[in-house]
């Protein structure tokens, strides 16, 4: 655990020392990100993926950026330990690139999820493979043919902590610390191999067995495509989860 944790705080470091010297060619935004993700476990070993996304551009409150839809398939090796394969399907809206038009992108993943427990407190992390078609653009208000692709390895770290006695129960409230770094590769990529990082810090409040929503702070800091221009994103993240048991109804027992 505490090589994980030290892993994270080097990627931050080294992601806001690259900040501190690229300083002139950073554009700070801010956005407000809302999501909704399901996990519904259908059996011993099969399960269903799905999160939906909305993420504003600027100023909080100003247009949007960003729409995703994702699903996927899962397969449980264990209670903990779980594989899931699937598609998503990205609107990028009108940006300085495209001012007239929707980019969109399909995005095939792959990922290994993992849960452990450290007494009352709870640890996930996933490693996910992304591989990237974003259509290609001829001008301010024309798709053209083709795709521009590349792969993204993503590794999620997300750290809970209860402030209850009696751990995660409903209506109790807890502590998130969430990092993720993104990493870009294949032949299209030739100056952002680190894409980006994400760092958040909340707050979750537990609705009920099943549910919880986490509300809070997250810095995205991304190097863009051509390698000396950066983004450093102040985000309002409101995520609402659902990780739902159906196998009782369908008259199986849990292991």
Request: net charge positive; charged share 20%; aromatic share 14%.
């Amino acid at each position: 655990m505490r090589r994980i944790i030290l892993c994270c705080l080097g990627v931050m470091v080294l992601a806001l020392s690259t900040k501190a010297q690229s300083a002139k060619s950073t554009e700070d935004i801010n956005q407000v990100w809302l999501g909704y993700f399901n996990q519904a476990r259908l059996s011993n070993k099969w399960g269903i993926w799905a999160d939906l996304h909305l993420r504003t551009k600027e100023e909080f409150v100003n247009n949007f950026s960003q729409s995703i839809v994702r699903l996927g398939l899962t397969y449980y090796v264990n209670d903990v330990t779980k594989l899931t394969a699937g598609y998503a399907y990205i609107s990028i809206y009108p940006a300085d690139a495209h001012k007239k038009i929707t980019q969109p992108e399909h995005r095939p993943w792959q990922q290994i999820q993992w849960h452990t427990k450290y007494g009352k407190k709870r640890m996930m992390q996933w490693f996910r493979l992304e591989e990237r078609y974003r259509r290609k653009i001829l001008n301010d208000s024309t798709l053209a043919d083709g795709n521009n692709f590349n792969f993204k390895i993503r590794y999620n770290f997300w750290y809970d902590v209860p402030f209850s006695k009696k751990g995660i129960v409903p209506n109790s409230l807890s502590l998130v610390v969430n990092d993720e770094v993104h990493i870009n590769f294949g032949k299209q990529i030739v100056n952002n191999y680190f894409d980006q990082n994400r760092f958040f810090l909340g707050f979750k409040y537990q609705a009920d067995e099943h549910s919880n929503i986490q509300v809070g702070y997250m810095n995205l800091f991304q190097q863009l495509a051509a390698g000396n221009r950066y983004r450093n994103l102040h985000t309002v993240r409101v995520f609402y989860f659902q990780n739902l048991d159906l196998r009782r109804k369908a008259g199986q027992k849990k292991t």
